[in-house]
Each structure stands twice: as structure tokens, then as C-alpha cells.
């Protein structure tokens, strides 16, 4: 496969972004490891090098087989040859540059009794509801400003966290210290196929990073990893994400986020980032537009 100019990232020239890696190894473990009665309830990938902008593969195989729970792992591999396909033999110019465990659950009923989730008046995530027509695939963003945070809490004598900005898609506006959310129409991993459920949810978990790493003078956090805990699959191609947590220290974070559809929560992602401030992205500075219109 070879990649196209919409995967490529904005950290270097050449590079991959974080969404297009983790959408392939999705589509691909999916492809070669679903089975009936089962569903993808997690992947868990590690970027351990940076994917670039030459032929890429993945290799898979199936580690578990059980009654109620498969495990599959699957590598990302990449080569300057344009003749490698998949294959079992490694060839001398090819390197692993991430390596996804997904673990595919038997489906049932809920056992028995209530358990606590959080109330619906405690959401704080709410789509844009302004209608977008098909042609459009650009993301938006919302983000809470610390003052708004403040005012929120001092009207209602408490800690509110529904202090949502204004859905738009200018990410200049939304660059501050406060907490983001994404509303995103994820791509399919493959040019020409149809993205399923799975790899939409995966794709869109990638921006966990984002939007809990973006802060008031860019990304300077890049991540090393990707957790995607799904208690269901989505519905529909808009998916959500909301900061959840964020933690530094040291020059490494760790960060959590809330997915969402249209009809509310579905699952979780979970990242952990390594300073990369020397190449930080001020979203200010940068216009993607015409990136969303190739698209």
C-alpha cells in the first residue's frame, strides 16, 4: 500500500500521521481476525518509529482462539522496496514501526444488577447541531476557556464542566488551556473501501492525543501509543471526542478520552505522549483546508 498525501503528518515532511497508522492496523485486524458472535472491545497499538511516507504492509496472527475471547496481534511494516507485499519472510530493507493487540470479545447479555455510569445531566459532550452536508469532512472543534470554566462554576456554585464553546473548524480559535473536543468524519483506511464501525472508532480515538495534549501554544506532546476501549461500536460516520484527564510530568503525559456518536458514549481512548516540543504544531500558523477538500 502506499500511502496518500492525506495521511501524511504535520510533525516533518514525510511522515505519517498518528490517525492513518492506527486506521490501517484496524481495517486489517478486523479484515483478518473478526468472527462471528465476537467484537473488537479493544486495540492497543504501540508507534514505536516514526512511519514515513514509503510502501507500507501489516503482518498479522492470531495468538488466542478461545471460547469467549480472541487475541490477534498484527504488525505495521514498512519498505523502500515497492515490491514487498505481505508475507511471512521479513525482507532486509523492511522495519516494524508499530505493533497493534486487539482483543475480540464473545457478545451476550449484561450480568445481572445496577452498576454506577455517569448520569446524563453529567455529559458534557453535545454534537454540533448544525446540519453538514455530505460533501463535508472537515472536523470540528470546541474547547473551554479556564474564565468560562470559572464563571460556570461561580453561577452554579459548583463544578459544572458544560461550559461547551461554539462548534467551528477553525483550530486557531480553540487553542488555549482549556478542555477540547473534537467532532471528526473519519476516513476510510483504504482508498476505494468502505470504512466499518471499528476503524472509524480507531481512527477517530487516534485525536485522544489531541485533543488532550493540545494546549495554548500548540502540541508538544507527541504519543507513543493508542488505547481504544469500545463498549459498543458507533453508529454513523461523525464520531467525538472529548478530553477526559491529563497528567505531565517529566516530559511525558498520559491522557484519556471520551468517544462519542450521535446517540452518546460508546468507548474510551487512552494515550501516553513523550515531549516532541522542538517540532511543536501551532495550529494558529497552520490552514487545513485544502487538506479536507483533497479529501
Known amino acids: 500500500m502506499t500511502p496518500t498525501s492525506y495521511a501524511l ?8 500521521n498518528g490517525p492513518a497508522v492506527c486506521a490501517l492496523a484496524a481495517h486489517r485486524v478486523e479484515q483478518q481476525f473478526s468472527e462471528n458472535g465476537f467484537r473488537p472491545a479493544r486495540l492497543t ?3 514505536f518509529k516514526v512511519a514515513r511516507e514509503v510502501p507500507t504492509f ?16 498484527l504488525d505495521v511494516v514498512q519498505s523502500e ?8 519472510t521479513a ?15 464473545r457478545t451476550s447479555a449484561n450480568p445481572p444488577g445496577t452498576r454506577w455510569q455517569r448520569p446524563d445531566e453529567a455529559v458534557t459532550f453535545r454534537p454540533p447541531t448544525d446540519p453538514i452536508s455530505d460533501t463535508d469532512v472537515m472536523s470540528r472543534f470546541s474547547s ?9 462554576e461561580s453561577e452554579s456554585g459548583g463544578t459544572t464542566g458544560a461550559s461547551n464553546s461554539a ?14 473536543r473534537l467532532w471528526s468524519h473519519p476516513l476510510p483506511a483504504i482508498d476505494g473501501e468502505q470504512a466499518t464501525s471499528f476503524v472509524k472508532a480507531v481512527t477517530a480515538a487516534e485525536s485522544t492525543s489531541l485533543v488532550t495534549n493540545w494546549g495554548s501554544s500548540g502540541i508538544g506532546f507527541i504519543n507513543c ?10 453508529q454513523g460516520d461523525w464520531m467525538g471526542v472529548e478530553a477526559d484527564s491529563h497528567l505531565e510530568s517529566d516530559g511525558i503525559s498520559i491522557g484519556t478520552a471520551g468517544l462519542f456518536d450521535s446517540h452518546g458514549m460508546f468507548g474510551m481512548g487512552i494515550v501516553t505522549a513523550v515531549n516532541n516540543a522542538a517540532a511543536e504544531i501551532d495550529f494558529t500558523s497552520i490552514d487545513l483546508t485544502d487538506r479536507y477538500r483533497e479529501a
Request: charged content about 30%.
Open 91 to 105: 525482507g532486509a530493507d523492511e522495519v516494524v514501526v508499530a505493533r497493534a493487540t486487539t482483543v475480540f470479545l
Open 45 to 47: 497499538i504501540d508507534m
Open 167 to 180: 462548534w467551528n473548524t477553525d483550530m486557531g480559535a480553540h487553542q488555549n488551556g482549556g478542555r477540547k
Open 144 to 152: 473551554d476557556t479556564p474564565d468560562r470554566d470559572a464563571a460556570d
Open 225 to 234: 501509543d493508542l488505547s481504544v476501549e469500545l463498549a459498543r461500536l458507533p
Open 58 to 73: 501489516t503482518r498479522g496472527r492470531l495468538v488466542r482462539a478461545g471460547r469467549r475471547i480472541r487475541v490477534a496481534e
Open 81 to 88: 522496496s515497492p515490491n514487498s507485499s505481505d508475507s511471512d
Open 9 to 16: 503528518s504535520l510533525w516533518a515532511p514525510g511522515t505519517l
